[in-house]
């Protein structure tokens, strides 16, 4: 088991920054795979950003991309998505997720663990 606690939410004018933490706590953290999803009010849940085990292999949505930064740091259990350049488009609740394979899934349902979700609100 892998519980996920986020943090780092809040609300921040257009053009501002945010970095989102996931805490992770349980077994073998350091091998998952991790996600991190966003859903705003009456859409799906959507992918944002992953980071494989070593945090060598990282991808992005095509709306984030170069905006966006995911990194992860193993000893403590972390990982992070550092938001710059933020827009009232991303408004959404952020969620991060491990998935039992390092490989990467742009699909909410290959992740098996979640967190509660951290609200990002991004104001014009």
């Known amino acids: 088991q892998v519980q996920l606690v986020e943090s780092g939410g809040g609300l921040v004018q257009t053009g501002g920054s945010l970095r989102l933490s996931c805490a992770a706590s349980?077994?073998?953290?350091?091998?998952?795979?991790m996600g991190w999803f966003r859903q705003a009010p009456g859409k799906e849940r959507e992918f944002v950003s992953f980071?494989?085990?070593?945090?060598?292999?990282?991808r992005y949505a095509d709306s984030v991309k170069g905006r966006f930064t995911i990194s992860r740091d193993n000893a403590a259990n972390t990982v992070y998505l550092q938001m710059n350049s933020l827009k009232p488009e991303d408004t959404a609740v952020y969620y991060c997720a491990a998935r039992d394979y390092s490989s990467i899934s742009y699909y909410a349902s290959a992740y098996e663990y979640w967190g509660q979700g951290t609200q990002v609100t991004v104001s014009s």
């Open positions: 349980g077994r073998t953290y350091r091998s998952y795979g």
């Open positions: 980071i494989n085990w070593s945090g060598g292999i990282t």
